[in-house]
């Protein structure tokens, strides 16, 4: 049985275990920086998901509120599962590839 590591953040630790070296709790992963919170909208990718968050801006010219949306591509570690709607944490980390940054650390409920 693998030893789960203490990343720092406050959350609840996943059940499962795995064998990634680039996952936070299992692995030698570590993380820093930006948290946030956002839906999944693609698992296409082998160990990578798409991350959407949706907020608002307000523009002075027309004096409304705007819909913008980011969407960032972040690592998802063998010992967290995750499907397409879920609402989930990532946390900011060393770059992983070319455009991912990102580590899921937490499914919310």
């Known amino acids: 049985m ?6 720092g ?4 630790v996943p059940e499962g275990t795995c064998e990634d070296r680039k996952c936070p709790y299992h692995g030698t ?3 820093r920086g930006q948290s946030i919170y956002g839906t999944v909208v693609s698992t296409r990718m082998k160990g990578t998901v798409i991350v959407e968050k ?3 801006r307000f523009d ?3 004096e409304r509120y705007q819909r913008r949306r980011s969407r960032y591509p972040a690592h998802l570690p063998g ?4 499907a397409e ?3 989930v ?11 991912v940054n990102f580590v899921v650390i937490e499914r919310r409920e």
């Not at 953040?9 to 609840?12: A, M, N, R, S």
């Not at 010992?79 to 995750?82: A, D, E, G, L, Q």
């Not at 944490?89 to 455009?99: A, F, G, V």
Request: some cysteine.
């Open 54 to 56: 949706e907020y608002s």
């Open 85 to 87: 709607g879920d609402t």
């Open 79 to 82: 010992c967290i599962s995750v």
């Open 9 to 12: 953040v406050v959350e609840k």
């Open 60 to 62: 002075p010219k027309y």
């Open 2 to 7: 693998m030893v789960t590591r203490d990343i």
């Open 29 to 31: 992963l570590s993380v």
């Open 89 to 99: 944490r990532i946390m900011e980390c060393r770059p992983l590839s070319k455009t």
